[in-house]
Each structure stands twice: as C-alpha cells, then as structure tokens.
C-alpha cells in the first residue's frame, strides 16, 4: 500500500480491502467511536483519529507511529485482496465479500483482547463498550482529552471484587480478576501465545476461569495473531448449522478467522436475513 505523509497525517492511498467502519464496527474491538465521519480509538496508550477521504484513508498520527503501530494493527501487510479471490469458489463467501468486502482482523494486544471478550460473554456490543469504557476510566493511565489507556494486568491484579463493582460487570469481575492475576504472575504467557502452536495457547488460555471455546478462540484470533482460529459465537453456530455441516470449505484452510469474520458480519447484518432477526 502507497502511503503519503503530510505535516499532521498519513493517507493510505486507494488501500485495497479495507473499510474503516467494516473493520472498526464488526464486533472485533469495542474501544472505538464515530463522530461525523472520524473514528477515535485509543491502541497501545496511543491515540489514533482516522478517516476514509476520496483517495484513501487518512490517520492523524506521525510516520513513526503509522509504521510502528498502525501498519500492524490493520493487518496491512497481509494481502486481502488474494485471499478474497480464493474465498470466492464457496457461493456463500462470495455473497458476503460482495456485500461488505473492507473487513480486516485487528491485531490488537492480547492483554485487552482476552479481558474484553472475557467481558463480552452473554453480553451486547453497547454494553460491553460500556463496561470497558468505565473499567479504562476508572483503573487506565490518563491520556489526555478524555482518553485512557487500557489498564494493564498489574493493575487489574492487586484489585478485589469489589474494586471492580462499579464496573457493572456483574459475574464477569471475578473472571476478569483470575484473568489479571494469571496473566500478572506469568502463569499465563498471554504475550507468548503467539509464538505456541494453536493447541497449547487454547490450552493455555483455559486454565483462566471463565475462559471457554469462544473466549480462547476470539483472544487467539484478534489478539494472538492465529488467523486460523475459528471463534463460535450464535451467529457463527447459525452459519454452520444452516449452509456448512460439513465444515467450511477447503478455501478458508489456514485463514479461517478471515473467513469467520466476513461470515459472522453478513449473517448478522444482510438484508438478506432480515426476516429471521
């Protein structure tokens, strides 16, 4: 991708296969917010406002955080536009490419990553961004202008219960908690999960209460770098029990998240399924 820097902002000339609201509103992260256009987030105690202009996309960032953060964080270097091509043998992928092609996966910290899906279970979307938005509030590092960083398990850890009640978490406190002090002793490498196989970070991610399929999986997928992880949540068990029994097709193998992700969001969202909502 072309990348042009001015005084204030970078500008991704004509990026291929991505969308700012497809890949920042797609149920992957829950920190960031739209207003009038421009999407505020805060990644790595950075803040970041981007908006998509006619020739690309343009963050308000320097070219040493754009190349040290950014890059990373939407995937850029990963060739979308080759795996889209190969997805769309399978009918189904090919509806949903054709509907909302931009979607990315975020590589996001593994840290926030396993703390917010842990957050998320049994939860919606406006309530999860609340929760994280009191917990960041409440125990994160000022960042100015209203923004906090996400608190770190160290912090998190020397909490108790009911530190955390005004979070409004309810049941999810104490999984958060055992989360923080697994992550803050290193009984839990969430930081090396991506350098193990797949198997043992699953493994690895499940001795921390509360943490299931869907949890470890979301944190492996989003927060862990492993593209092939395949995260299972209602909508993702409706698209398997209803177009894929036998099991995505040969196509998705060794990216499946990509493709999760791209069905998760049509099902979820097609006018196609408006019907059966």
Not at 27 to 49: D, S
Not at 173 to 188: F, P, R, S
Not at 257 to 270: D, E
Request: charged fraction near 25%; include cysteine.
């Amino acid at each position: 991708m072309k990348v042009k820097q001015f005084c204030d902002s970078i500008l991704i000339e004509n990026p291929k296969v991505f969308s700012l609201p497809l890949c920042l509103d797609c149920g992957q992260a829950f920190r960031w917010e739209q207003n009038n256009g421009i999407w505020h987030g805060v990644v790595k105690n950075k803040v970041l406002n981007a908006k998509e202009v006619d020739g690309g996309v343009l963050f308000y960032t320097t070219l040493e955080d754009y190349n040290s953060i950014w890059h990373d964080y939407f995937d850029l270097a990963r060739d979308y536009e080759k795996t889209l091509v190969d997805f769309k043998e399978d009918e189904k992928l090919k509806q949903a490419i054709n509907e909302f092609c931009g979607i990315r996966i975020l590589n996001q910290d593994p840290w926030e990553a396993l703390c917010s899906f842990i957050i998320s279970q049994n939860n919606n979307i406006p309530r999860i961004k609340g929760i994280i938005k009191r917990l960041c509030e409440t125990f994160g590092e000022p960042l100015g202008e209203e923004d906090f960083a996400f608190p770190s398990p160290q912090t998190i850890a020397k909490l108790s219960l009911d530190d955390l009640a005004p979070l409004r978490a309810g049941f999810r406190n104490k999984y958060i908690l055992d989360a923080a002090q697994k992550v803050a002793t290193g009984e839990v490498d969430i930081y090396g999960l991506k350098n193990m196989s797949i198997e043992t970070a699953r493994s690895e991610l499940i001795k921390i209460k509360g943490v299931g399929e869907k949890v470890a999986e979301c944190t492996l997928l989003y927060g862990c770098g492993h593209i092939n992880a395949f995260p299972k949540d209602v909508w993702v068990k409706r698209i398997m029990q209803e177009m894929y029994q036998d099991g995505l097709p040969k196509c998705t193998d060794g990216v499946k998240g990509i493709a999760q992700q791209y069905l998760f969001h049509w099902r979820r969202n097609s006018k196609l399924f408006e019907n059966e909502k």
